[in-house]
C-alpha cells in the first residue's frame, strides 16, 4: 500500500470519527400533559417540571435540567402583529426580542443567528391537529448571564426558537429551549455537565415540535 493511499485512509477515517462524535443518538422522551392536558408533547424524560417547585405563568409551561442549565419553555402569547416577519420566518423576531430581554442583542454581537427555517405541516408539525397561518425555527446562540451576574461572567448558550402562528385563535405558540454549552468561570449557573455531547438542541426542538398537538382548542377562550 502507497504511502499517499494510507494517508487518505488515515484522513478519511478522522473525518468518519469525527461525525461520528457529532451525531449523537436521539435521547428518550415521554409524553407530557401541559396547560392542564390541553397540549401534549413529547418530552426528554431527563426534564423535570419547573412548576414542581416554583411558581410559573400561567401562559408558560417550564420544564428544565439543571445538571445542563437547560430548560424548554412552552408559552401562549397573544399574537403579535407589529414585527414579526413571515416571509422570513418569525422565530427569528422571536429569537432577537429574547436576546435583547436577556442583554444580549444581536446587534452587540452578543448573540447570533446560525439558520432560520420555514415549517411545514407535514414534514414538521404532523402531529398539530389543525390550521396554523404559519410556523418557523430560528437556531443560534446566546452569550447571557444568569441572574444577578455580571458581564464577566456570560454563558454561552445555544437557544432555538420555534413560533406557531395560530390567528383564528388570535395567539403565537412559542417553544423555546436554552441549553448551556459553556459555563463562565465565577457564574452562578451549577451545570456540572453543561457541554456534554447529547442530541444537538436543533435536533431536540425539531422532534419536540413534531409531537406538539392540541388536545383543547377551548384553552384559548
Known sequence: ???????????????????????????????????GGAITVDLPTRLVDVSDFRPVPDNQEVWTDADRDESIIVELLERVDVGPSDAEGAAAWFFRDLAAVNDASVESGLSRIS??????????????????????????????????????KRNDVEVVVVNVRLPQVRTDVLV???????????????????????????????RVAATLRIQDWSLFG
Open 176 to 206: 423555546t429551549l436554552n441549553r448551556t454549552t459553556r459555563v463562565a468561570p465565577g457564574s452562578s449557573a451549577d451545570a456540572p455537565r453543561a457541554g456534554e455531547e447529547i442530541e444537538s438542541a436543533a435536533a431536540t426542538a425539531t
Open 115 to 152: 439558520r432560520t427555517t420555514v415549517m411545514t405541516g407535514d414534514e414538521h408539525l404532523p402531529s398539530l391537529n389543525g390550521p396554523f397561518a404559519h410556523a418557523s425555527m430560528c437556531v443560534g446562540t446566546q452569550t447571557v448571564a444568569k441572574g444577578r451576574d455580571g458581564d464577566d
Open 1 to 35: 500500500m502507497s504511502k499517499k493511499t494510507t494517508e487518505k485512509k488515515q484522513q478519511l477515517f478522522v473525518a468518519t470519527s469525527s461525525r461520528a462524535r457529532m451525531a449523537q443518538p436521539p435521547e428518550p422522551t415521554g409524553r407530557r400533559e401541559l396547560f
